[in-house]
């Protein structure tokens, strides 16, 4: 007889400045598409991921695209309820993108919290790493720091565009 499958939902916010590439690296983790064309979320947009955790499990994240022009505006607050992570994307390439990282880390922070009232885990991306030699190279060492001071449980160099194989070496 089959073991019986375990299911899970999970929410997941993705939040950060406009056009840093939140909807690019969704596409890229769920559809395997990038494009260069830049058109602006509104509002909110959804996707799915669903991940074959093992046999018996299954995981599904139901990750919340959350425009960047939202930028700590009223809607957020409808939109982080229940979200059991969050991932805080900034555009290596735009230092003003992390600036406004610890404004969008208290955004959520202050609105939304696991149940058991600790903050959500939130993961920083620094994106857009296929141009890292024409950004912000000289800040990113201290990411280490920055986590730390701004509560990140981690950060990842991404790129939506390129193979991470493709991508500079730190
Ligand atoms: P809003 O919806 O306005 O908040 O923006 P967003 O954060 O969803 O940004 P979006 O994914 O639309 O990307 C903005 C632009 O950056 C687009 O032209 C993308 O093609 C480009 N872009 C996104 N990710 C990357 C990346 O990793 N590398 C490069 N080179 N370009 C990227
Ligand atoms: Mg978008």
New binding site residues.
């Given amino acids: 007889m089959q073991p019986p499958l375990k299911e899970y939902l999970y929410k997941v916010l993705v939040v950060?400045?406009?056009?840093?590439?939140?909807?690019?690296?969704i596409k890229r983790y769920v559809h395997q598409i990038?494009?260069?064309?830049?058109?602006?979320?509104i509002g909110v947009d959804f996707a799915l991921k669903v991940l074959q955790w093992d046999e018996n499990t299954i995981v599904r994240l139901q990750l919340w695209?959350i425009?960047?022009?939202e930028r700590f505006g009223n809607m957020t607050r409808l939109y982080y309820r229940e979200a059991v992570g969050a991932f805080v994307?900034f555009d290596v390439t735009r230092a003003s993108t992390l600036e406004a990282v610890p404004r969008w880390k208290e955004d959520l922070d202050s609105k939304v919290t696991l149940q058991n009232g600790k903050p959500v885990p939130a993961v920083l991306l620094a994106?857009?790493?296929?141009?890292a030699k024409n950004g912000l190279s000289s800040e990113l060492p201290k990411l280490d720091q920055f986590c730390k001071e701004n509560g990140f449980v981690n950060y990842f160099e991404?790129?939506?565009?390129?193979k991470p194989s493709c991508l500079p070496k730190t």
Avoid: E, M, P
């Fill in positions: 950060g400045d406009l056009g840093v590439g939140k909807t690019s690296i990038f494009s260069q064309h830049y058109r602006a979320t695209d425009a960047g022009q994307v994106n857009k790493w296929d141009q991404t790129s939506a565009k390129v």
